[in-house]
Structure formats: structure tokens, C-alpha cells
């Protein structure tokens, strides 16, 4: 499972031309399933995205967590998060995992993070998504439930 994490000041997710979620200052999570990744692998990814350390304390240090800054959580379901880019021009997506074993662990991350005291907004699984968002810092970060980078 794998993840680009922004660092935002608001997200905001639109469907079909409205507004289906959004949040104010916390992380923008575009969330990629792979084919073999387990409910384990969402649940850690959930608990170290929680934890992520990118927001400013009062010294001006990235050493608070979502939590700490009373941020929330926008999570994207992203396939494209799982592309393999490493030959050619055109990106494979072989390694991603579809429907509704994809879905599910989506489900597992947004139900890991919220069960960790965070709130959480999220698209709509397999649509056609608008997304909006000022990226704060920029911080942007790549995530992985196991160490492939």
C-alpha cells in the first residue's frame, strides 16, 4: 500500500460538480492498493500516516502529527499511487489491486486513522474525482507499507 501525503491548509473533493468532502488544515492522503497488500499493510500505513510528524510546533519544527495541530484527514482513493514508471513513457498498473478488495482496504486505512482520533473525509471509491487543495510548505511525502523505495 502506498501513499503521497500532503500537508494542507484545505482539501476539498468534488463529484459530479459538487462539493463531496473536504477538510480544513490536516493531510491530503492519496491512497494506493497494490494487489498484494493486506489489512496489516493498511493498518500500519493508517498508524505511521497519523503519526507523521509535518506539522510546525511553536518553534517553527515539524514535530507535530495531525492530531496535534487538530487537523483531519482527506483520504483519496488513488490507483495511479501504485503505477510503475520505471520503463518507458506509458505507466504500468498491473500491480494494483481493483474493486472490491481494493475498496476494502481503503476502508481498513480511513477506519485505522479515525479509530486513532483522527477525522477523516474521504472520496468516493472508484469515481471521477475533482480535487482542490493549497498545498501547505509544500510537504509532500511518499509513504509505503514496506519499505519498496
Request: proline fraction near 3%; aromatic fraction near 6%; charged fraction near 30%.
Amino acid at each position: 500500500m502506498r501513499a503521497v501525503v500532503q500537508r494542507v491548509s484545505r482539501g476539498d473533493v468534488t463529484i459530479d460538480g459538487a462539493i463531496f468532502a473536504g477538510i480544513d488544515r490536516g493531510l491530503l492522503v492519496y491512497l494506493g492498493v497494490d494487489a498484494d497488500d493486506t489489512e496489516d499493510d493498511a493498518l500500519a500505513l493508517a498508524e505511521r500516516t497519523a503519526r507523521l510528524r509535518v506539522f510546525p510546533d511553536a518553534d517553527g519544527k515539524m514535530n507535530l502529527d495531525v492530531s496535534g495541530v487538530g487537523g483531519a484527514m482527506l483520504v483519496v482513493s488513488a490507483f495511479t499511487v501504485s503505477a510503475d514508471a520505471r520503463r518507458g513513457r506509458r505507466p504500468s498498473f498491473d500491480s494494483a489491486r481493483s474493486g472490491e478488495g481494493a475498496a476494502r482496504l481503503v476502508d481498513r486505512f480511513c477506519e485505522a486513522a479515525a479509530a486513532l482520533g483522527v477525522p477523516v473525509s474521504r472520496g468516493r471509491f472508484g469515481a471521477d474525482m475533482k480535487i482542490d487543495a493549497v498545498n501547505d510548505g509544500p510537504v509532500c511525502i511518499l509513504m509505503d507499507s514496506r519499505k519498496r523505495f
